[in-house]
């Protein structure tokens, strides 16, 4: 099998386990051409960090988004932003290079969804969405296809990670309280880079406008928790998963990508 040409934007601890993986051996299937970071430190430490192991290989810390897509990588994994993944998508695809993204929550923007679906249509590329910390993206797709779905995303957090959004209150360090209940779209407009697993399950069942979101805070709750559940009148079926880190997330982009060039797909 050809060796696949990999990219990174985003260059934070998720991407950092990527790395990992392939200098582990894990994606034997890939070799990292290129990162690039707005912080352009954190993308010269993950090239050093591919170049300065065994057997690595020329891997360049790019200053631009126009740079990375020059070394015309196979794909291009986005560990990033909701907002960055609205910059680089578009231009990605028409450079031929497919997407694998955890930044879902900038897809609730059914205008931008319908561009990145026609773009990759007409370039013959595909966006790979990571199911991340909730999974299970085979059963809620499954019973969406058999009709009359409801569904819900139910996430519990602590305060601390709600700093810096709307909703936030220092009340909330010692009073437990559901912060948010309404629709992943509008979770995600409230939340920009908290709820991306609210608007990966609605898309992989309901829809952002369908999919019913809370979000409930926990004073010294550490990590998150989701529920997922969706039904029809012949199925129901409950997703609950607990994360301590944003880890999972990381080693999720790795499944995916072991998925994209496996014989045998999980």
Not at 18 to 25: F, K
Not at 198 to 213: D, F, N, R, T
């Amino acid at each position: 099998m050809k060796i696949k040409k990999l990219a990174i934007a985003g260059c934070g601890k998720l991407a950092e386990i990527v790395a990992d993986a392939l200098i582990s051996g894990l994606l034997p299937d890939y070799r990292l051409v290129g990162v690039w970071s707005r912080t352009h430190t954190k993308a010269k430490h993950l090239a050093n960090k591919i170049q300065s192991s065994d057997g690595g290989s020329e891997c360049t810390a790019c200053s631009s988004l126009e740079e990375l897509l020059a070394l015309k990588p196979d794909y291009l994994v986005e560990s990033a932003s909701p907002s960055a993944l609205k910059e680089l998508a578009l231009p990605t695809l028409r450079n031929g290079t497919s997407i694998v993204t955890l930044s879902i929550g900038a897809l609730a923007d059914s205008g931008f969804y319908e561009e990145v679906i026609n773009t990759a249509r007409e370039t013959g590329t595909r966006v790979h969405l990571v199911p991340g910390a909730i999974g299970g993206f085979d059963v809620l797709r499954t019973a969406s296809l058999m009709g009359n779905c409801t569904a819900s995303i139910d996430t519990q957090k602590g305060p601390d990670s709600l700093k810096g959004t709307a909703k936030y209150d220092e009340a909330l360090q010692t009073e437990t309280r559901r912060v948010f209940e309404g629709s992943a779209k509008e979770a995600i407009a409230l939340f920009p880079t908290k709820v991306n697993v609210a608007v990966a399950a609605s898309l992989a069942s309901v829809g952002p406008e369908a999919m019913k979101v809370s979000v409930t805070s926990t004073p010294g709750y550490i990590g998150d928790k989701h529920r997922v559940e969706i039904s029809n009148d012949r199925i129901h079926a409950v997703i609950e998963v607990y994360s301590e880190t944003s880890e999972i997330a990381g080693w999720s982009v790795v499944n995916t990508l072991r998925n994209i060039t496996s014989p045998i797909v999980f």
